[in-house]
């Protein structure tokens, strides 16, 4: 999943929170470097990737395309999904997505001595071009793909799946559904385990 949606299944724990919005900048055992919680945050995002790309339905997605994208076509699918959540963010939370954003950035700018460097160098353009409300839209999510299509040398072109989106729009919305009411349950389920542990 991308940042959206792990930022939504860390729950209502803020140092959780950062945890898992941090976890792919943290590799192997530097984990246990970090305050508790974060650790818990960290270990939650690596549960949670291994499920989604596990999952029959996401599969369904990144087979769509996987003919044109490869290997890209796990990543696109995680953008696009973060897209579905934040279109249809009321039905997943009571906190307007606006707001819920708002408070998301203020915490990063509390805890930014804790956040791995390269999060601190991207944290002024997320903030600055609010990167998470602008998945709501096409024109949003159209951006992202063009950014992440230039970090690796536009060698992936997918920025081009903007077109599968539209013409699957219907498709990756249902299976984005049904995935996600499944994922909301096993994240609870991580969290309350990792948690004892």
Do not use: C
Request: net charge negative; glycine share 4%; hydrophobic share 35%.
């Amino acid at each position: 999943m991308n940042y959206l949606a792990h930022i939504f299944l860390s729950g209502e724990n803020n140092s959780v929170t950062i945890g898992n919005f941090i976890a792919d900048g943290i590799k192997g055992k530097d984990y246990k470097k970090y305050p508790k919680d974060i650790q818990t945050g960290i270990l939650l995002h690596r549960q949670i990737d291994t499920y989604t790309d596990s999952h029959k339905t996401v599969r369904q997605s990144t087979k769509r395309l996987h003919a044109k994208y490869n290997h890209y076509s796990g990543v696109i699918v995680d953008i696009l999904y973060d897209h579905f959540l934040a279109k249809n963010w009321s039905k997943y939370s009571d906190i307007p997505l606006e707001d819920y954003i708002e408070t998301f950035y203020h915490s990063l700018e509390k805890n930014y001595e804790l956040l791995p460097a390269r999060i601190q160098k991207m944290m002024p353009y997320m903030i600055t071009d609010n990167w998470l409300l602008s998945y709501a839209s096409i024109e949003g999510i159209t951006r992202v793909l063009n950014g992440m299509n230039r970090r690796i040398k536009n060698i992936s072109n997918m920025n081009e799946a903007i077109n599968e989106l539209e013409e699957f729009y219907s498709e990756f919305e249902n299976e984005f559904t049904l995935f996600f009411d499944d994922l909301i349950i096993f994240s609870k389920k991580q969290l309350t385990e990792i948690s004892k542990n």
